[in-house]
């Protein structure tokens, strides 16, 4: 199964792509952060959406984990945000992938055990998880890395099929 994962935002948007192999293992094929220098809304979103699509053809994913706006401390920020993934979420339905949404409390369940843990500890797993050196940068793609690592163990422990 091939997992993308995609940590959203409007001038940063995280993103990886995850293959299971035999046994289970999870592995890397590709992350990193598509950074959105357009000025308006609806140029960002243009953008978001060709790079999307782009990463569907390029991967073709068997499924789509986003990170649900939750909480947030600027409403203009949410809606942005919002805006993003509903671009997101049209595109994984035009193009027939299905998606999973979690909150970032679910995200630190399905990775740590602990809804209320510290975003550290998730970097933390992240690099210990994918034995990397160095945690990749920015947090963005990191936290890309963690929304399809907990996709991946919700579909594993729930028994979801995609």
């Not at 994918?130 to 163990?153: H, I, Q």
Request: hydrophobic share 40%; net charge positive; charged share 20%.
């Amino acid at each position: 199964m091939i997992i993308l994962g995609i940590d959203p935002g409007t001038v940063r948007v995280g993103w990886a792509v995850l293959k299971t192999k035999k046994q289970g293992e999870l592995v890397p094929l590709n992350y990193g952060c598509w950074e959105i220098k357009e000025i308006s809304q609806g140029q960002r979103l243009n953008k978001i959406a060709t790079l999307f699509t782009q990463t569907l053809k390029q991967h073709q994913p068997q499924v789509l984990v986003l990170e649900k706006v939750f909480f947030f401390q600027n409403t203009k920020t949410a809606l942005s945000i919002s805006q993003a993934i509903g671009v997101l979420i049209y595109l994984s339905q035009k193009h027939k992938v299905p998606y999973l949404e979690l909150t970032p409390l679910e995200i630190k369940q399905y990775l740590v055990g602990y809804g209320r843990a510290d975003k550290k500890e998730v970097q933390k797993l992240i690099q210990c998880y994918f034995s990397f050196a160095e945690l990749p940068k920015p947090d963005d793609t990191a936290d890309a890395l963690a929304v399809a690592l907990a996709g991946f163990n919700k579909i594993k422990n729930n028994k979801l099929s995609f």
